[in-house]
């Protein structure tokens, strides 16, 4: 059968369930019941060498008819970390909103700040979370508790944790935010705390591994459209005319192949993952004179992480941000300079408006797809915590909400070049599929 072996996805437990779920649903979740991982039937020839093979699953999310902790006594944080994304604000909600209404958890707090918020040195106070107070949240954007990038000390995270008596600590984040989620959990595990840590995963990106979507993707994507229509009337309302959009997404292109096929307006899009060159027979910048000319109008979707070799080749070493990410060059602008000169030299007029929508994009509310998914993921972050799940996250496989260890998704996926997505893009652009000599 197919080989599964770097996968482990068992669910760590702070310990024996005991008390009685006050939850009045018409069904609860057993630990038992499982999502497959492979969704594909394996090969014939595989089912003869291992017919007795158990199938790789996942942990079912949703809520157990037994608890660990006592709801009355429990004290629960939430912090959320990293760049802003459409949607945080709804998964604070919901979590607040299914602890103190669904199992009577009174006492619930917020870091301010991120991770910081739970160094002493930096003096943020924290802020008392209630539904008074998250009622209306989910109509702004950003984060109630603001947010920060930089790693923090473990040791010092947990002693805070341990002072304030925090039961339950729901972390939002990307990959950053859960291998520190993941720290955090090994600390609490060595000193034998009764500490549950929850993740729920952020970011516009899309790009944490196994994770079917990441909440503010759908959104991004809607909002990127906006972007993509009024490059297209641009490049439409001029002779020769371009429209260049810059979409985020660091060193993955989910987003803009997304917002490629979700308006097929696009004829060029430039991800990381899809190395091209600028100069040449077979560049993109002859493959762009070649339209113009036969089209006399373009549209090109370029990625924020995409082309970075062209800008200062040879570069020995690379910045970063306080999380470690590295800190990319403005591949946009150095594409319009680029194809400018070009089409300069060829003395041909062209009519290039560039539009980097990067901070609109992150800093909006959620539409509605985004507001269920962010609802849902509370939901079960909350069911998971109750329930004395650690070291966990909570995210949509299969279409269906999982339990996976943290250890399993903290590092990032990659759009495939190989795979379906890519070849659609292909398709509705109609772009060379190798923009190399």
Known sequence: MRNHLPYDFTIQSLGECTTDSPLNVSFFTSDSKRVLFDHFLPDKDDLRKEPDAAPLSVELAGPRDKIFFEPIQTKAAIVTCGGLCPG??????????ELYH?????????????????????????????PDTVENIHG???SLLSSSRGRQDIVEMVNALKRMNIDILFCIGGDGTMRAAEALTDEITRRKLNISV????KTIDNDLTLIQKTFGYD?????????????HVEAKGAPMGIGLVKIMGRQSGQIAAGSALAQNDVNFVLVPEVQFDLEGENGFLAALEKRLRHRHHAVILVAEGAGQEHIEPGQGTVETDASGNPRLKDIGFFLKTRIEEHFSRLNIEVNLKYIDPSYMIRSVTANASDSIYCSALGQYAVHAGMAGKTGMLVGLMQDEYVHLPLKMVSSKA?????GMIWMRVLESTGQPPVLKN
Do not use: W
């Not at 945080?88 to 909103?97: E, G, K, L, Q, Y």
């Not at 009174?106 to 991120?114: C, E, F, P, Q």
């Not at 929850?198 to 995963?201: K, L, M, R, S, V």
């Not at 994507?221 to 993509?228: C, G, H, L, M, Y």
């Open 102 to 130: 669904r199992y009577e958890v009174r006492n619930i707090i917020g870091i301010r700040y991120g991770f910081r918020g739970l160094i002493p040195r930096f003096g943020y106070e924290l802020m008392e979370l209630h």
């Open 140 to 142: 702004v954007g950003g």
């Open 219 to 231: 959104t991004a994507i809607s909002e990127a459209v906006n972007a993509i229509r009024c490059a």
């Open 88 to 97: 945080i604000n709804d998964v604070i909600r919901a979590i607040v909103m």
């Open 414 to 418: 990659k759009l495939d070049p190989q």
């Open 198 to 201: 929850i993740g729920i995963p």
